[in-house]
Structures are given as structure tokens and as C-alpha cells.
């Protein structure tokens, strides 16, 4: 490796999106062949929802730009040809990091116009990415959050998760915490195919069991369900089985939606994948980025007894401490969180 190429004053050519992100250096290792990062100095690192996106959160925080999880359907994707990449194959190998991250979350938290308003991290792409275990953005973040008395919610694929259990079984006794897994796959082989960079379906839940023996509630988002892929009974009944098994307590389902780009990136893989199903899709998604209400439906009414049998009614309120909570029922949001 010539770590020479890697300094700051090296031009490599880094595209000019990033150029708007403070762009600092490109750096490649060879601990992660085929992936490259582009190191940025942020100006900010809480970002506003629109009052109009009715999610129940108003902050987010991100250190990464793209994800190396490489999921076909992420909703996500379409955010990085703002920084002049593509969302395909660009959105999984070229990480944008946020490096100085840390030190402006702390001085954003500390203005006195700070009110202390719920912050989620894991909305755009996964905090918990490989990325991460390079360079150990979380702890700080999550640190920061509660030193300022900031509630915060976690939301990830990662079993990366696993070594910040300690500090996030911490934090959560000084400030309402909760943690969230997503796992919609169970299926090994299509797992592989469709989010190819993620952990395994027994690897996170795993995690799922490593939350609570940490003393922690999980919920699981059994999102996106794919329509004629991981939308039967039996799927639905195998998963919510395992996962309840793993200790969860309680779950989410809602089906894919196929916004911008990353339907074109989804469909170019369905129909190489499974193309006795791109008509399907086409007649689903031909007049909006969501399923139809009829699916949605017949989806409700296909999971909530799975999900009573299972006994993981829990509800999920993105910002409260590892406290029981009242049931909750199955649900369709606006937005799907990967």
C-alpha cells in the first residue's frame, strides 16, 4: 500500500460534488478491497426534517454518505448523485465520511437555541456500517447526544452494534434511548443476493439477543417486505418466529417502496434475478413509488396475526428509554428507514 497517494495535498482527482462537502482526502486499504473513502470536514452535522415528511423524529444525525451494505432497494441511493456520483454501484463502494463530525455535534448541541429535540441516527445509511469500525464515529456521537441531554434512537443492520453495548446500556440510563434492528430477510440465498454487504439474518439476530441481555428493549423493522419475494405466510411466520425467539420485543412491517433512482438500480437487479417477476412489479409500482393500498392491505391483514402469535406487539416510539411499552399494531409509514 503507498500510503504516499493518501496525503491531503495529493490530487486525485476527487470529483467535484465533494467539493461542497469541504472534501479533505481520498483514502483506499487494502482492509476494505473494492471500497473507497473520501474523507470531508461537515459544516454541520444535525440535520432538520421537513415538518412535512410527518416522521416522528425532527433531527438526524449521518456520518456516512453511502453504504457499503449495497442493499438493491435502499431508498437512499439517490442522495449521492448530489455529490456527482451514481446511485448504483458508486452508493456502495464510495463512502463519503464525515470525519470532523464529532467535534461539530458537540458545538451545534451546546448553542443555547439547542431545545433538546429527539435525534435519530440511522435514517439515511447505516451508522453501523463497515465503515464504522474504521473510524469509530459513534461513540462520539452517541456521547455527545447524552452529555447535552439529547434523546436519540438507533437504527441498523450492523453487528457492529455489538461494541458499543456497554456505552449505549449507559447512556440509556441518563437519557431516553432505543434501539431498532432491521431484519426483513430470512431466506440465506436471497439475503446474499439482495443485500449483499449486510450480515446474516442469525448474525443480527444475534444482535438482537445481545440488545436484550444488555438490558435493553429491540425492535425490529421487518422492512422493506418485497412483494412475491418475502410476503408469503410462511415467510412471514419463519421470520417473526426467529426474531421473536432472539428476544425482540416487538416488530414493524411495511412493504417496499421504489423511489427515483433506486428503482431503476432495483428493477435492473429483479430482472436479472427474478424476471418472471418484473411485470408484477411494473403493474404495482406503475402509478407511485408505494404499493398500492389493496397490497398494503391484504399485507396488514397477512401479518398482524403472525405477529399476535408471536407475541411481539411492542410498540415502538423511536425515543423513549428501555421501559415496557403499550401494544402497538402493524404499520405503513411514509418513509422506510433502509
Known sequence: MRWSDQGIGIDDGALPGLQRMGFVRTVRTPQFEGVTFHEVLCKSALNKIPAAAMLPFRYTVNGYRGCAHACKYCFARPTHEYLEFDAGGDFDNQIVVKTNLVEVLRRELARPAW????????????PYQRAEGRYQLMPGVLTALADSGTPLSIL???????????????LAQRIPLSVAISLAVVDPALHRDVEPGTPSPSARLGLISAVRDAGLDCHVMVAPV?????DSVDHLDKLLGQIAAAGATGVTVF????RSSTRGWFMNWLARSHPELVPIYRTLYRRSPYLPADYREALRRRAA??????RLTGDHRPFR????????????PQLSLF
Open 115 to 126: 431545545r433538546r429535540d429527539t435525534v435519530a441516527l440511522g435514517t439515511n445509511t447505516d
Open 156 to 170: 441498523t443492520k450492523g453487528t457492529l452494534l455489538h461494541r458499543d453495548l456497554p456505552l449505549i446500556g449507559e
Open 226 to 230: 418485497l412483494p412475491h419475494l418475502t
Open 255 to 258: 412493504g417496499l417502496h421504489l
Open 305 to 310: 396475526p403472525l405477529v399476535a402469535k408471536h
Open 321 to 332: 428509554s428501555a421501559t415496557p411499552a403499550p401494544p402497538a399494531t402493524v404499520v405503513e
